[in-house]
Nanobody, 118 residues
Framework: QVQLVESGGGLVQAGGSLRLSCAAS????????MSWYRQAPGKQRELVAG???????RYADSVKGRFTISRDNTENTVYLQMNSLKPEDTAVYYC????????????WGQGTQVTVSS
């Protein structure tokens, strides 16, 4: 069992930056994959970025070159640095912890709202 708490969301103008944090209630070393997903109104939840235990990362095509995911196993925290934000990045962003490679796990945070104004 683990609780995930996201923070760092907010309102930002297009072209701006935000850094999301996901703090876990226990050690995240045991989770092979930590990921960020997002869900915009009326749309399905989609994978934004994932990072596995050895640091290899994957990104959705729509965020490549703009977003960076990282994990700090000593702080039990996962970050999502978001640069050059666009209005279409507006969504609720969720943190996920998974026990298998690249697949979503059963543990989700409550989400943090990111709104990008044009």
């Amino acid at each position: 069992q683990v609780q995930l708490v996201e923070s760092g969301g907010g309102l930002v103008q297009a072209g701006g930056s935000l850094r999301l944090s996901c703090a876990a209630s226990r050690n995240i070393v045991s989770f092979k994959t930590m990921s960020w997903y997002r869900q915009a109104p009326g749309k399905q939840r989609e994978l934004v970025a994932g990072i596995i235990s050895d640091g290899i990362t994957r990104y959705a095509d729509s965020v490549k070159g703009r977003f960076t995911i990282s994990r700090d196993n000593t702080e039990n925290t996962v970050y999502l640095q978001m640069n050059s934000l666009k209005p279409e990045d507006t969504a609720v962003y969720y943190c996920n912890a998974g026990s298998s490679l690249w697949n979503a796990g059963v543990y989700w945070g409550q989400g943090t709202q990111v709104t990008v104004s044009s």
